[in-house]
């Protein structure tokens, strides 16, 4: 279930006396922006200059603690967008970085790290009438014989050369935040979101963009294993169980056999022609099923 | 997958077994492990899953490589050049240990 949230009164962020155990970066100064530290009921999230987020220990409850000044929107943001996924993750829930889109035959994930391009594909498939489903936190619930997709926050987050490629002004976008300079877009007509939890129809692992074709290639369930591992949200992995957990699910993931590497031009004009190979694979699966 | 190491100290009369920490897992006829110690994984190719399991047996690498030249079409000194090599990755990333 979501964890329940709790906004406190704005308060300056004091130094900490204990040093983080993990810690995000900017890729481009190298600059922390947001540090890991253990607490005793839980753990604490400190997004610099931003707010802290306080993370009970199983992950059902979160107090959000603003720094004084930042507006309700670039708070919910951090919340939704980066504290959610982890504090499920602590739920023992399959959080990956991926979007996704609904298809008749269920749900296909679009599994990358930051900037290959998953909220630009997801998008433009939503833009062609294929339902949002997820922009980024794919969350995921083991069911038999798989895998289902539940549908997380009903936007997707684009830097402004895709979204003025894939909508100009069609959309209106949502309210700022403060620390990103990518633009929300609301789910809503001309976006349509999937509000049902479907199943995993396929994962596409994202490539580097290097090729000058649409590839779609098969991965062992080792390789799927191992990719799946590489792009899950794990907030603390420092207890045995939880990381023996999350071993299991990632296994389950891989023995699934639907997962593919995709790759292709990061082209906005290429876009129809990735969607419409997509389209065809997942026909030849469904039709191979 | 696992970092390239020189062999020194790997004898064929060892006993190398899976690391207590690392977890392993047959999937689709190759092993993944996860390091709970390191919190890495790891994957391993179908002739290492195999061997991987004959250290979980606890066989000495002299039994291992003849049993691999028995199920494998190769020359005996490749496979145990290859059995040494992986059993030295194995043990530099704390997946295996020698008794």
Same mark, same amino acid.
Request: charged content about 15%.
């Given at each position: 279930?979501?964890?329940?949230?709790?906004?406190a009164?704005?308060?300056?962020?004091?130094?900490?006396?204990?040093?983080?155990?993990?810690?995000?970066?900017?890729?481009?100064?190298?600059?922390?922006?947001?540090?890991?530290?253990?607490?005793?009921?839980?753990?604490?999230?400190?997004?610099?200059?931003?707010?802290d987020?306080l993370?009970?220990?199983?992950?059902?409850?979160?107090?959000?603690?603003?720094?004084p000044?930042?507006?309700?929107?670039?708070?919910?943001?951090l919340?939704?967008?980066?504290?959610?996924?982890?504090?499920?993750?602590?739920?023992?829930?399959?959080?990956?970085?991926?979007?996704?889109?609904?298809?008749?035959?269920?749900?296909?994930?679009?599994v990358?790290?930051?900037?290959?391009?998953k909220?630009?594909?997801?998008?433009?498939?939503?833009?062609?009438g294929?339902a949002?489903?997820?922009?980024?936190?794919?969350?995921?619930?083991?069911?038999?014989g798989?895998?289902?997709?539940?549908?997380?926050?009903?936007?997707?987050?684009?830097?402004?050369?895709?979204?003025?490629?894939?909508?100009?002004?069609?959309?209106?976008p949502?309210p700022?935040?403060?620390?990103?300079?990518?633009?929300r877009?609301?789910?809503g007509?001309?976006?349509?979101?999937?509000?049902?939890?479907l199943?995993?129809?396929?994962?596409?692992?994202l490539?580097?963009?290097?090729s000058d074709?649409?590839?779609?290639e098969?991965?062992?369930?080792?390789e799927?294993?191992?990719?799946?591992?590489?792009?899950?949200?794990?907030l603390?992995?420092?207890?045995?169980?939880r990381l023996?957990?999350?071993?299991?699910?990632?296994?389950?993931?891989?023995?699934?056999?639907?997962?593919?590497?995709?790759d292709?031009?990061?082209?906005?004009?290429?876009?129809?022609?990735?969607?419409d190979?997509?389209?065809?694979?997942?026909?030849?699966?469904?039709?191979?099923? | 997958?696992?970092?390239?190491v020189?062999?020194?100290?790997?004898?064929?009369?060892?006993?190398?077994?899976?690391s207590?920490?690392?977890l392993?897992?047959?999937?689709g006829?190759?092993?993944?492990?996860?390091? &709970?110690? *390191? +919190?890495t994984?790891?994957?391993l190719d179908? #002739?290492g899953?195999?061997?991987?399991? $004959?250290?979980?047996?606890?066989h000495?690498?002299?039994?291992?490589?003849?049993? &691999?030249a *028995? +199920?494998?079409?190769?020359p005996?000194?490749? #496979?145990?050049?290859?059995?040494?090599? $992986?059993?030295?990755?194995?043990?530099?990333?704390?997946l295996?240990?020698?008794?």
């Open positions: 279930m979501d964890p329940s949230l709790t906004i009164p704005a308060q300056v962020q004091q130094a900490l006396a204990a040093p983080p155990f993990n810690h995000w970066t900017e890729p481009a100064s190298g600059a922390t922006w947001c540090s890991f530290h253990r607490e005793p009921a839980g753990w604490r999230l400190r997004f610099v200059d931003l707010a987020f993370v009970s220990a199983d992950g059902l409850a979160v107090t959000a603690c603003p720094t000044g930042l507006d309700a929107a670039t708070l919910e943001h919340f939704l967008n980066q504290v959610l996924p982890l504090a499920l993750s602590t739920q023992g829930k399959p959080v990956f970085h991926a979007s996704a889109v609904a298809l008749p035959a269920g749900t296909i994930a679009f990358a790290a930051s900037g290959r391009g909220s630009t594909l997801a998008t433009h498939f939503a833009l062609h294929a949002l489903v997820s922009d980024d936190g794919l969350l995921l619930e083991a069911v038999a798989g895998f289902r997709v539940h549908p997380s926050h009903p936007s997707v987050r684009l830097w402004e050369d895709s979204r003025a490629a894939l909508v100009g002004t069609r959309l209106e949502g700022p935040v403060s620390y990103s300079h990518k633009t877009l609301l789910a007509e001309g976006l349509p979101y999937c509000r049902d939890a199943p995993l129809a396929g994962a596409y692992f490539g580097t963009g290097d074709r649409v590839r779609i098969p991965m062992s369930p080792a799927a294993t191992l990719a799946w591992a590489s792009h899950a949200f794990l603390d992995v420092g207890e045995k169980q023996a957990g999350h071993f299991a699910q990632v296994t389950a993931l891989g023995v699934l056999g639907c997962a593919w590497r995709l292709y031009p990061r082209n906005y004009a290429r876009l129809p022609e990735v969607r190979a997509l389209l065809a694979h997942q026909d030849a699966v469904d039709g191979a099923g | 997958m696992m970092p390239e020189s062999v020194p100290n790997v004898a064929l009369s060892d006993v190398f077994r899976p207590a920490d690392v392993s897992q047959d999937v006829g190759e092993a993944v492990l996860l390091d &709970l110690a *390191s +919190e994984y790891f994957g179908p #002739i899953t195999r061997i991987w399991q $004959l250290l979980g047996e606890g000495t690498l002299q039994s291992i490589r003849d049993r &691999l *028995s +199920e494998y079409d190769a005996a000194a490749r #496979i145990e050049a290859d059995l040494i090599a $992986l059993v030295a990755q194995l043990r530099a990333a704390g295996a240990t020698s008794d």
